[in-house]
């Protein structure tokens, strides 16, 4: 099997070489997907700072360099799920598709690169293997996998959320003589599944979008499913021009709805309570959102969903109904419709003709809850109850979510404290973008922000933003430090956990909580309290002269109000 990263002839240029060894960047950014592009286009050309950007990856694109497996696609609207920081850029883009696939954001993250010449201050093929902060020199010691080094006064991390697949945990695995491919670092030519045995595990979005994809191709195709999940219609279909074209008319006006929603889209149609209406009123909403598509049956239903088990109830059962209507044999619609959880409290996953695919006599659902897999053998797949052939396995088995791309970085900071020492029992941040005791890193869209429940484009836009004004405000006042002080963090980490424990989230075994991974404690994630009061609280905080915050070993206290 593959590396879980691979290493690839590189495209960008090798800037450990080029820049000298004794000399200190003001900012080294980690990443060159959405975040690491932005943030080093603002570092460079809009603060005039010197800055370096590195990326395991062969080029551009993060999350969407990666994912390449078919039917790979965006779940947020593209003119929505889109830098909005340059008006000409988002002017002169054009979608083909409401949700972009893969193929097209990939061009699109190519298309930022090479208009805001970013390539030339980006270091492909290197991972970063330890980051460890020097408390006399003020700076960030980088060290890369080949022995190279380089020093940093600020670390932006933009090493994703969902960028460490989960390492497959199947017994046997090396062994098997076919083709395996995980679904987070697919191969970059075609894979041909045309007349071929092929078994994927793994029922997630992305499992059910590659699944609804290779169904279609494949000779057999045999999903192993641990746990159903409640996929809704993504409603996608080709860029409507008219739309797009009202769109840009008003694209301020549609950027700051987006930041005002709880989900950094421009929906607004969420009522108060699946509890307060009658069922017929109910169910004309629900018939209104399936048919709409997006998350709107998610974020722009009922806004209890997510924290009354009642109310919850209402849309659980509809969207079993609803799966029972589009699977042929009740068998198979039964076991695909989930049970014992509550949904949205896993990520809901959105589909094009996903149960469908069920009714094609080249698929078959084979359920691993009952029959877990034992192992995967020279052939194939074994679990408890037999055994199947395959050419062709898939694990779309999901990531070491959130915690996990920065765990992986060798962050050690003041007084030898390394970040798994700090995050052993969960992570611990303030605002989800800072760490006491690791000064001068942010971690754009970290644990305990809003991120994966914030369009991501915008939820980087905000977190970049509030690093680079907080690096200007030290650069302002010639001072060398900022970090969280460790009252002001313990209290971000209660209520972060406090909002989560006021929803169903942490009822159910999810990576948000990162019960997907065995061993990482449980802990929700992410911040649950929206974007909008999120940005609130950041706008206060960066108004309060960095309330909560060490800087140059002072700390800020919060203003008497
Ligand atoms: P997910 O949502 O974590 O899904 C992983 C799937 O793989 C899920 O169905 C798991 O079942 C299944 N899985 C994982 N390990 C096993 C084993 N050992 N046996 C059987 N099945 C297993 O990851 P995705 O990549 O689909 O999505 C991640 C995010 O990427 C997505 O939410 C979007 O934000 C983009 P389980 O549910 O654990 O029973």
Request: net charge negative.
């Given at each position: 099997m593959a590396d879980s990263r691979e290493n690839q002839?590189?495209?960008?240029?090798s800037m450990t070489e080029a820049f000298p060894g004794d000399a200190v960047l003001d900012v080294l950014i980690v990443g060159a997907g959405f975040a690491g592009l932005y943030a080093l286009h603002k570092v460079r050309d809009q603060m005039g700072l010197t800055v370096r950007a590195f990326d395991i990856?062969?080029?551009?694109?993060?999350t969407w360099y990666w994912n390449r497996y078919p039917g790979a696609r965006c779940d947020i609207e593209s003119i929505h799920y889109?830098?909005?920081?340059?008006d000409e850029l988002q002017q002169e883009w054009e979608w083909s598709e409401k949700f972009a696939a893969q193929p097209e954001i990939l061009r699109y993250l190519n298309h930022v690169a090479d208009r805001f010449d970013l390539r030339r201050d980006i270091q492909f093929n290197t991972r970063i293997t330890s980051m460890v902060w020097s408390e006399q020199q003020k700076h960030w010691q980088v060290g890369f996998e080949d022995g190279a080094s380089i020093s940093a006064r600020f670390i932006i991390s933009g090493?994703?959320?969902?960028?460490v697949p989960k390492t497959p945990e199947f017994q046997g695995i090396d062994d098997f003589q076919g083709e395996v491919y995980l679904t987070g670092n697919w191969p970059h030519t075609p894979v041909d599944f045309a007349g071929k045995r092929v078994g994927i595990v793994g029922t997630g979005s992305t499992g059910i979008q590659a699944i609804s994809a290779i169904a279609k191709e494949a000779g057999s195709l045999t999903v192993f499913q641990r746990t159903p999940n409640y996929a809704t219609p993504i409603g996608n279909g080709p860029a409507d021009p008219q739309e797009i074209s009202e769109v840009k008319a008003n694209y301020p006006a549609i950027r700051e709805a987006s930041r005002n929603h709880f989900l950094g889209v421009p929906y607004s149609d969420v009522q108060p309570s699946a509890l307060a209406v009658t069922a017929d009123e109910r169910r004309a909403t629900f018939d209104n959102r399936w048919d709409r598509g997006g998350f709107r049956l998610f974020i722009d239903s009922y806004q209890d969903i997510l924290v009354n088990k009642d109310a919850n109830d209402t849309i659980s059962d509809y969207i079993r109904e609803r799966i029972h209507e589009r699977v042929n044999d009740p068998a198979v619609a039964e076991l695909l419709a989930p049970k014992g959880y509550a949904y949205g409290t896993k990520r809901p996953p959105l589909e094009t003709n996903y149960y469908e695919v069920y009714n094609q006599d080249n698929v078959t659902l084979v359920d691993v809850r009952r029959a877990p897999i034992d192992s995967v053998t020279r052939t194939g797949v074994k679990t408890s109850e037999g055994e199947y052939e395959f050419d062709v396995l898939i694990l779309a088995t999901g990531f070491d979510a959130m915690t996990g791309p920065l765990m992986a970085l060798g962050i050690v900071g003041r007084n030898g404290r390394t970040l798994q020492e700090k995050w052993a029992h969960g992570p611990q941040t303030y605002l989800g973008i800072s760490v006491s005791e690791f000064p001068n890193l942010f971690l754009i869209t970290g644990p305990q922000s809003p991120s994966v429940l914030y369009n991501m484009p915008l939820a980087i836009e905000d977190h970049v933003d509030f690093a680079t004004d907080a690096i200007q405000y030290l650069r302002d006042r010639n001072l060398d430090a900022i970090e969280p002080d460790e009252t002001s963090e313990a209290q971000w980490v209660q209520h972060a956990n406090e909002l989560a424990a006021a929803t169903l989230l942490p009822g159910t075994d999810s990576w948000y909580m990162g019960a997907n991974i065995p061993g990482k404690p449980r802990k929700c994630l992410v911040y649950l309290g929206g974007a909008p009061t999120y940005r609130k609280i950041c706008a206060d905080v960066v108004e309060g002269g960095y309330e909560g915050f060490v800087l140059d070993g002072a700390k800020v206290p919060a203003t008497a109000n």
């Open positions: 002839t590189t495209s960008g240029s990856a062969s080029d551009v694109g993060g889109s830098y909005s920081f340059s090493a994703g959320n969902l960028s």
